[in-house]
Structures are given as structure tokens and as C-alpha cells.
T-cell receptor, first 111, second 115 residues
Framework: GIQVEQSPPDLILQEGANSTLRCNFSDSVNNLQWFHQNPWGQLINLFY???GTKQNGRLSATTVATERYSLLYISSSQTTDSGVYFCAVDILTGGGNKLTFGTGTQLKVEL | EAQVTQNPRYLITVTGKKLTVTCSQNMNHEYMSWYRQDPGLGLRQIYYSMNVEVTDKGDVPEGYKVSRKEKRNFPLILESPSPNQTSLYFCASRHTAGGFTGELFFGEGSRLTVL
């Protein structure tokens, strides 16, 4: 099956720093999403981005489907950005689209 | 407000005592799914449903049952829970129709402990 790898696995930032999280996938995909799991366990949608670039406040994402990767940029990080960031990709199977999650990047933003 | 609602949010039970985790969505989504999340194993799909009366096994279906009698509801049933089903469970839904697949929305999670 498709492999979805995220890097780095762990990241510690000082508040105000910028960072880039990467998601690599091993096959062609129909869709890609980024999620943030906060320290309380809630999974929050960040971006639905099968291709191109989107921005939402301090966060932006770029997916280059032809090269099989997506990047999540966090600028001017805040302590509330802490948590785990997942990417998830959709591939078409006989049973419809199947979503596969990446391994996650654990981010800690310190004061 | 568009949302996926799970209940209970927290539950401690004992081995063998049947339990049901309910899931309801108010977005008229065709697709619903259950995941479990365990440390070091990430999110794994238990069951999913493409529409009413259509359900299918995910990656880890053993020990679970589901039903989809109504479009908005997708309960997860543990007929005889065991300690290895202690986990954080998520219900999710999304729009899928006419070849289009929308973004996935998650419920807030249900933390289950089986003693």
C-alpha cells in the first residue's frame, strides 16, 4: 500500500520561530489534508489541499502532487501551535477513496 | 454549527460488558468512519460506511461492529470488550458523491478504558 512519511518526527521551537513540516507519499493521490491534534486530543482540520498553495493566517500549505510531497509552514509560532501534525492522503481503491495517515510530527513550542 | 458528535467522551468499563459509542453528524455526509488511535501506532481505521446500509471493514475490525441505519448516525459496538481495546476512538465523516471526496471532519474523540 501507499507509504506516507512525515518529517521531522519531533520538533521543538522557541515562540516566534518559523518551521516547515514535510509529508512525502509514495504514490499518486487524489486528495491531501493536514490536521492538527492539540494536547487535549482533538483533531482539527487545517487544510484540504490536493494541489497548489493555501494560506490561513500564520499557516500555509503547499502540495506538489507530481513530486509526491506536501509542506506545511508555520510562521511566528505560538505555544498554542503545540501538538501533533498529521497529513492524510486519499487514494482510489475498488471500494472508493481510502484515506491513509502519515506518522505525524510532534511539535512543541516553548516560551 | 457543522459537527460530528461522539458519546460518551470518556468511559471506563470492564471486560465483557457490551458497550456502544454513538456518533452523529449534521452535515448530511455520505461517508462515515471509525478510527482508533494508540501510542506509536497512529490512526487506524476500524470500519467505514459509504452510505446508509453500506458498511465495510477497515484495517482493524476485529472485536467491533457497526451499523448505518440512518445517514446521520454510525454507532460503534463492542460486544465483549477486552483490555486491548483500550484506546482513543474517533468518528469522522465527509461528503462523497459523484466522484468528489470532501474534507474529513472528526468528532472530539472517546477515551475508552477496559479493565
Amino acid at each position: 500500500g501507499i507509504q506516507v512519511e512525515q518529517s521531522p518526527p519531533d520538533l521543538i521551537l522557541q515562540e516566534g520561530a518559523n518551521s516547515t513540516l514535510r509529508c512525502n507519499f509514495s504514490d499518486s493521490v487524489n486528495n491531501l489534508q493536514w490536521f492538527h491534534q492539540n494536547p487535549w486530543g482533538q483533531l482539527i482540520n487545517l487544510f484540504y489541499i490536493p494541489s497548489g498553495t493555501k494560506q490561513n493566517g500564520r499557516l500555509s500549505a503547499t502540495t506538489v502532487a507530481t513530486e509526491r510531497y506536501s509542506l506545511l509552514y508555520i510562521s511566528s509560532s505560538q505555544t498554542t501551535d503545540s501538538g501533533v501534525y498529521f497529513c492524510a492522503v486519499d487514494i482510489l481503491t475498488g471500494g472508493g477513496n481510502k484515506l491513509t495517515f502519515g506518522t505525524g510530527t510532534q511539535l512543541k513550542v516553548e516560551l | 454549527e457543522a459537527q460530528v458528535t461522539q458519546n460518551p467522551r470518556y468511559l471506563i468499563t470492564v471486560t465483557g460488558k457490551k458497550l456502544t459509542v454513538t456518533c452523529s453528524q449534521n452535515m448530511n455526509h455520505e461517508y462515515m468512519s471509525w478510527y482508533r488511535q494508540d501510542p506509536g501506532l497512529g490512526l487506524r481505521q476500524i470500519y467505514y460506511s459509504m452510505n446508509v446500509e453500506v458498511t465495510d471493514k477497515g484495517d482493524v475490525p476485529e472485536g467491533y461492529k457497526v451499523s448505518r441505519k440512518e445517514k446521520r448516525n454510525f454507532p460503534l459496538i463492542l460486544e465483549s470488550p477486552s483490555p486491548n481495546q483500550t484506546s482513543l476512538y474517533f468518528c469522522a465523516s465527509r461528503h462523497t458523491a459523484g466522484g468528489f471526496t470532501g474534507e474529513l471532519f472528526f468528532g472530539e474523540g472517546s477515551r475508552l478504558t477496559v479493565l
